[in-house]
């Protein structure tokens, strides 16, 4: 997973710290005084750092939370984010952190309670996964402990959880309601080009299925990258495994929006349950100068153009 640890002098001997060093107890380990030192430097070699990332541990100082952009679909107005985690794991060509970070390495600020504490009081969403993937590194980082402490404390706040992965078995049952996992979702052919290191559609929907049952909100972002148009096959999936209630909130962002926007509706037909809060139809997430970027990396070993 990665090659060595660096961690900040101040935090060395921090509870959370000591717990994931635990963890990895073969890796190399060297005491930094700040995290943008390897996060920030320069000449970094994405592509090298994706096969052999290190992991950085901090704590994050100043301002920690933002206000989600207009463009990020969400089922309430006041809606928010944070990064306790920078980077991921795995690594779809489309991305847009391939543009808005300086390196692959991943950075885990420890210090999760903060984030919380600092949210602004009242109704809100809360995305916590909008530089990482919620569950890529849950069974080393232990996150969903204290997103579901929040949760109980804060009922006004819908939390959530998203990932493209399908490890959700170390997740509490029962969970409280306002705490949401969400899946993204594309079809198996784009997931097949431009998804390395992530689960199968197939995969993320049993699992979909499977969290359903044990009491876990569930809700769906259909990703950008559609071949043509959605699979009848997949509706069915989703018409199969879901049943009544099961999701949350639907949003699609997809690049490829003509071919799309005339199997919409077969998808909503698809995806049983009550009447969704809501759904978009987007465009790459991306500025201009991250796309640029981004493309400058793809082109060198990927097939994404855009």
Request: with cysteine; proline share 5%; charged share 30%.
């Amino acid at each position: 997973m990665f090659q060595r640890i660096y961690v900040e002098k101040k935090i060395r001997k921090h509870r959370r710290v000591l717990e994931i060093i635990s963890k990895l107890p073969n890796l190399p380990l060297v005491e930094i005084e700040n995290y943008g030192e390897i996060f920030f430097r320069k000449g970094q070699d994405f592509l090298l750092q994706k096969k052999f990332p290190s992991l950085v541990l901090s704590k994050k100082e100043g301002e920690r939370v933002q206000k989600m952009p207009d463009f990020c679909p969400a089922p309430l107005k006041e809606k928010y984010y944070f990064s306790h985690v920078l980077g991921c794991l795995m690594d779809c060509e489309y991305c847009f952190l391939r543009g808005a970070l300086p390196s692959a390495n991943v950075v885990v600020f420890i210090n999760y309670e903060d984030f919380f504490q600092d949210l602004p009081a009242g109704k809100a969403f809360v995305s916590t996964a909008f530089e990482n993937d919620s569950l890529s590194m849950e069974n080393l980082l232990g996150f969903v402990k204290v997103a579901v402490d929040y949760a109980n404390k804060f009922p006004e706040k819908t939390i959530e959880l998203r990932t493209k992965m399908a490890n959700a078995d170390s997740l509490p049952e029962s969970p409280p309601s306002n705490l949401i996992l969400s899946f993204s979702m594309s079809d198996e052919s784009a997931w097949k080009k431009h998804e390395a290191g992530t689960a199968s559609p197939e995969r993320r929907l049993l699992c979909a299925a499977k969290m359903k049952q044990r009491g876990w909100k569930i809700a769906f972002h259909f990703d950008p990258l559609f071949d043509d148009s959605l699979p009848m096959r997949t509706i069915k999936k989703f018409h199969n495994l879901l049943a009544d209630e099961s999701q949350d909130f639907v949003s699609t962002n997809c690049y490829r929006e003509k071919k799309f926007r005339g199997q919409k509706e077969k998808v909503f037909l698809g995806v049983r349950g009550a009447p969704l809060s809501y759904f978009t139809v987007g465009r790459l997430r991306m500025s201009s100068d991250f796309r640029k970027k981004a493309r400058r990396i793809s082109s060198l070993n990927l097939s994404l153009k855009f």
